[in-house]
C-alpha cells in the first residue's frame, strides 16, 4: 500500500510558485499574440483576394491538423537548421504556442463576423463609410460580443497547452515539477499538487465564461 507523504514538497513550495508564475506569464504572452494572429487572419479569410484566402486557409490547417507537441520540437528543433535562426527554448515555445492559438482564434473571429446580418454592412456602406471603417465601428463591436464564450474556451486551453513546453525545459509548472519529483522520488504526490495547481487558477476562469455565456443569452 502507497504511503503518500506530501510533507517533503514543502521545501520545493517556492520552486512550484516561480513554475506557476512562468506559466501564467507565458499563457498571457501567447494569448495575446495568438489574438492578433487570429485577428489578421480571421480578416483574411475574408478578404476579397483568392491568393490571401488561401494562405490563411492553409497556415489555419497546417497548425490546426497537426499535434501541437509535434510542432514545438519541429519549431526547436528543425527550424534553426532550415533558416540558421537560433532560438531560445522559450521564444519556440511562445512563437509555437502563439501561432497553434492564432489558428483557432481565427476561425472564432471568422465565424463571429459572418454571423452579423450583412444587410447592417451595406446600410453603412450605403452612407459613405469605407470597408474598414464599417468593420471597425460596425461589424467588429457586435462580433466581438459573440466571440468571446470561444475566445475565452480557446484560452483556457491555451493555458493547459503550455505544459507541453516542459519538453522543450521551459521552467514552466511541469518542468519545475519534474526537477521535484526526481529529486525527491515523490511524482505522484509531485504531479498531483501540480494537478491541483491548474485546477485552482482554470476553476475561476471557467466561471467566468460560463457567466459570460449567460451574459450573452439573456442580451439575445
Known sequence: MYTWDYNILWGYRWLFLNGTLVTVALTIGVIILGLLVGLVTGLAQLSRFAAVRWASWFYIEVFRCTPLLVQLLWFYYALPILTGIEMTATTAAVLTLSLYGGSFYAEVIRGGIVSIDPGQS???????????????????????????????????????????????????????????????????????????IYFIVLVPLTAIVKRSEKRLLLSN
Request: no cysteine; glycine share 4%.
Open 122 to 196: 451595406e446600410a453603412g456602406l450605403a452612407l459613405g463609410m469605407t470597408p474598414a471603417r464599417v468593420m471597425r465601428r460596425i461589424v467588429l463591436p457586435q462580433a466581438i460580443t459573440r466571440m468571446m464564450p470561444p475566445l475565452m474556451n480557446q484560452s483556457i486551453i491555451q493555458f493547459k497547452n503550455t505544459s507541453l513546453v516542459s519538453v522543450l525545459a521551459v521552467p514552466d509548472l511541469v518542468y519545475q515539477g519534474q526537477v521535484a519529483a526526481m529529486d525527491t522520488y515523490r511524482p505522484l504526490e509531485v504531479y498531483t499538487v501540480i494537478a491541483v
